[in-house]
Structure formats: structure tokens, C-alpha cells
């Protein structure tokens, strides 16, 4: 498994190669002020599991490959044959451990994308430690733990991803999902509008050293973008 600095590391190399010095810089900086303070609005979504047409939602890339990965053993074969998921965040393999379900579309072998799936509370703190309920006992899952390569930004991956996430939820008797989408995310906002959730909250959220601070205000409707 890789080690936490190591992952650092890796990730500050990667960051640098696809998206400059200013941008490690900036991520570097945030990731530090980040364990110290964090202050940050949410919308908090509800999707009901209902079956989709594919053909509304596909991605405007050619020669990608979906795969849904449930266990550390697929994602040590898949890494075998060239598709590695795990190397852009630390804890991937907790997370399956977890119970946690990755959808990693790749484009020429490489990751493009990597959205997760939650059906239980274990599965959820593995990629999402925000503090939104979930009714998982009554069959409602919670999705999030998303990333998109930067070189396939705006091409419609996560709306693909997310789409067949709720496919898998509908599939496995699901009857709705959650997540929690940050306030300042209008890309994100906008696949989600596509998929006619409900926003139900508006929450804010205090991290000051070890203290935090969780407050849900309910809404109706959906956020302006």
C-alpha cells in the first residue's frame, strides 16, 4: 500500500506535470491551510434511482473503457494490466475495503475519471467525512469521491460516471442516493441538474484545528449556476 508521504510526493509530480508549477503552489498552500482552518457552503442533493436512456449521457471522448471495481483484488489485476486508479489518492484501498464501489473510466489506458458508490455508513466515511445523513438501512446509497483528469475536463465524463453509478444503485435495489456538492462548484452542480435531483440543504461547515462545525438549513428547489 502507499504510504501517505509517498502519495504526496507522487501526487505533487503529477500535479506539476499536467497542471504547472502555479497551480502545485496553489494546491500546496491550500492543502495546508486546509488542516488548520476550513470554512465551505454545500448543497446537499437527492436523487431518486430511475432508469435512463445511455445515449442522453454519453461522454464526448472516443476509445473509453469503463470499469466498476468493488475489491482490492480487481484493482491489483487492473493495475496489472496497465489501468491504474489508485496512484491519484491515498486511501483507495482502505476504501474498497471499506465496501466502497469505484467507477473509473479510462481513455487509452489512462484514468480519465473515478466517481464512488456508498450503500453503507463504513463505505461512506471511506471517501466523504462530511456529516450529511443517509438512510442506508432504507435502501438510500450516497455517491461522491470524484476526480476527473484534467486533460478530460469538460467532456462530459462525470456525467457519464454519474449516470451509471445511479445505474448500479437501481440495479442493486436502491431506491435513492445522496451527496454533498460545495457551493462554489457550478461544473458539478451542472451534471447534477441533469439528473433532476432534489436539493433539500444548504449546509456550512467550521473546521478550526480539531473543532468542527456541521449546520444543515433546508431548501426546496436548485441552486442558481
Known amino acids: 500500500m502507499t504510504s501517505r508521504p509517498r502519495f504526496l510526493l507522487e501526487r505533487a ?3 506539476f506535470k499536467t497542471e504547472g508549477l502555479l497551480t502545485l503552489v496553489r494546491r500546496g498552500l491550500v492543502f495546508l491551510v ?3 482552518f476550513r470554512y465551505e457552503n454545500y ?5 431518486a434511482v430511475g432508469k435512463g436512456d445511455e445515449a442522453d449521457f454519453s461522454p464526448r471522448v472516443q476509445n473509453f473503457t ?3 471495481v468493488t475489491t482490492t483484488q480487481q484493482a491489483d489485476e487492473l493495475a496489472a494490466g496497465g489501468f491504474d486508479f ?3 489518492h491515498p486511501n483507495e484501498r482502505r476504501s474498497l475495503e471499506k465496501g466502497a464501489v469505484a467507477f473509473c473510466l479510462f481513455v487509452d489506458g489512462e484514468l480519465a475519471h473515478v466517481g464512488r458508490v456508498a450503500t453503507s455508513q463504513e463505505a461512506k466515511n471511506s471517501f466523504d467525512s462530511l456529516p450529511y445523513q443517509v438512510d442506508f438501512c432504507g435502501r438510500q446509497a450516497c455517491t461522491g469521491g470524484t476526480w476527473t483528469n484534467p486533460r478530460y475536463r469538460g467532456r462530459g465524463l462525470m456525467t457519464y460516471g ?6 448500479f444503485l437501481r440495479e442493486h435495489g436502491m431506491k435513492s442516493s445522496r451527496n454533498a456538492v460545495a457551493a462554489g462548484n457550478i461544473a458539478s452542480q451542472k451534471v447534477h441538474s441533469k ?3 432534489e436539493v433539500y440543504a ?4 467550521l473546521q478550526i484545528f480539531g473543532w468542527r462545525l456541521w449546520k444543515e438549513t433546508p431548501i426546496t428547489g436548485s441552486p442558481a449556476t
Open 43 to 47: 448543497y446537499l442533493y437527492q436523487h
Open 86 to 88: 489508485g496512484s491519484h
Open 195 to 197: 439528473f433532476a435531483p
Open 162 to 167: 454519474f449516470y451509471r453509478r445511479l445505474e
Open 34 to 36: 486546509a488542516h488548520l
Open 13 to 15: 509530480r503529477e500535479i
Open 66 to 68: 469503463l470499469k466498476i
Open 202 to 205: 444548504r449546509a456550512r461547515y
